[in-house]
Nanobody, 125 residues
């Protein structure tokens, strides 16, 4: 089992920045992909950023490419999502997820096994 705990959400004005953290504990060796998903009210959950933890290979949704950066600190078992140039449409609950896929990580949410409880990000105009 893997436990995930997100932190770092909050409220910010458009153009601002936030950094989300996801600390993993438990059997983290059983997973090789970490991801951030988000879900806005009335919308489906969507993948935002993914990282193959073995080599640090990253993938991004087109909507956040160039603004968001996913990174990892293996010593701390923590994955980060640095979010810059935030827009009101980035407002959502952000979830950290972990899974095992053998190297390619950009899969739909239902493929991921472990989930955190989420952290709210609100961007005002």
């Amino acid at each position: 089992q893997v436990q995930l705990a997100e932190s770092g959400g909050g409220s910010v004005q458009a153009g601002g920045s936030l950094r989300l953290s996801c600390k993993a504990s438990g059997s983290t060796y059983s997973t090789d992909c970490m991801a951030w998903f988000r879900q806005a009210p009335g919308k489906e959950r969507e993948g935002v950023a993914y990282i193959y933890t073995g080599v640090g290979r990253t993938y991004y949704a087109d909507s956040v490419k160039g603004r968001f950066t996913i990174s990892q600190d293996n010593d701390k078992n923590t994955v980060y999502l640095q979010m810059n140039s935030l827009k009101p449409e980035d407002t959502a609950m952000y979830y950290c997820a972990a899974g095992s896929f053998g190297g390619y990580c950009r899969y739909a949410d239902w493929r991921y096994t472990y989930w955190g409880q989420g952290t709210q990000v609100t961007v005002s105009s």
